[in-house]
C-alpha cells in the first residue's frame, strides 16, 4: 500500500522567501526551466514546494511549504504571472532529480496535538492583543492608520501561520525558524516575544513623540 504522506513534488526554490500555509504568494516565472515545471504542475495536480534558498550559504532548506496554483496567465513570450496559495507542510527526504527542474520526494508535516487547550486559547487571545497594539502604535506613529483584516483567523494554529507570513522587515531567518516549528504553543509563543518586545518600542517611541510635540507647542505659546 502506498504511503500517503511522502510524495514527489517538483521544488521551487526562493531566495529569502517563506511561505506558510494559507499564504498568497504571486510569481513571476520566466526562467525556461521553472516555465517547464509550470507546464508541468498544471498538468498534474497544480501543486509545487516553495522553498527558501539562502544566497548565503547557498543552501536549500530542509522545510517547505506546498504551493497550489489558483490562478495563471502565460503571454506570448512564454512567461508566465500565477497566484499560489500556500498548503501542507512539508520535509524535503531525498533529492530525485536536477534536470530540467528540481523535484524531491517529500514528507508532510503537522503541528503536533496540544493537551491543554483552554492555556493554548489564552495564548491565542494574548497574541492576538499584542498584534492589534503593534498595528495601531504603528499607524500613530506613521500617521496613517492601519486595520488589521477583518478575516484575520482565530484558530491558534491559523493565526501563528498569518503572523510569521506577515512579519515585517528582513527576517526571513526567524519566518524559517517559524514555519519548521511542529508546536503551535512555541510558535505563538515565539510570536508574542517579538510583537511585545515590537510593543514596547512602539509605545516608548510614541511617548517621546508626544512629549516631544507638546514641548514644540509650549515654546509656541
Not at 498544471?42 to 517547505?64: C, N, T
Not at 501542507?88 to 527542474?101: A, D, K
Request: proline share 6%; with cysteine; glycine share 4%.
Amino acid at each position: 500500500m502506498a504511503d500517503l504522506s511522502v510524495r514527489e513534488l517538483p521544488l521551487f526554490p526562493l531566495p529569502d522567501v517563506v511561505l506558510f500555509p494559507s499564504d498568497v504568494l504571486p510569481l513571476h516565472i520566466f526562467e525556461s526551466r521553472y516555465r517547464m515545471m509550470l507546464q508541468s504542475v498544471l498538468e498534474s495536480d497544480r501543486r509545487f514546494g516553495v522553498v527558501r534558498w539562502d544566497p548565503r550559504s547557498q543552501s536549500m532548506a530542509p522545510i517547505g511549504c506546498c504551493a497550489e496554483v489558483i490562478q495563471h496567465q502565460t503571454g506570448e513570450d512564454g512567461r508566465s504571472n500565477i497566484i499560489t496559495l500556500g498548503q501542507q507542510r512539508f520535509r524535503v527526504l531525498n533529492v530525485t532529480r536536477e534536470t530540467p527542474f528540481r523535484s524531491a520526494m517529500v514528507s508532510w508535516i503537522e503541528d503536533d496535538p496540544e493537551d491543554n487547550i483552554d492555556a493554548l486559547h489564552t495564548l491565542t487571545e494574548s497574541v492576538t492583543t499584542a498584534l492589534r497594539d503593534v498595528v495601531e502604535l504603528t499607524g500613530k506613529l506613521t500617521d496613517s492608520p492601519t486595520e488589521l483584516p477583518e478575516d484575520l483567523p482565530d484558530l491558534p494554529r491559523e493565526l501563528s501561520f498569518w503572523i510569521g507570513a506577515h512579519l515585517g522587515g528582513p527576517v526571513a531567518d526567524q519566518q524559517q525558524e517559524l514555519l519548521e516549528l511542529t508546536c503551535t504553543r512555541t510558535r505563538l509563543e515565539q510570536e508574542f516575544e517579538m510583537l511585545d518586545e515590537t510593543r514596547r518600542q512602539l509605545a516608548a517611541r510614541t511617548v517621546l513623540r508626544d512629549t516631544l510635540s507638546s514641548a514644540d507647542s509650549g515654546n509656541d505659546g
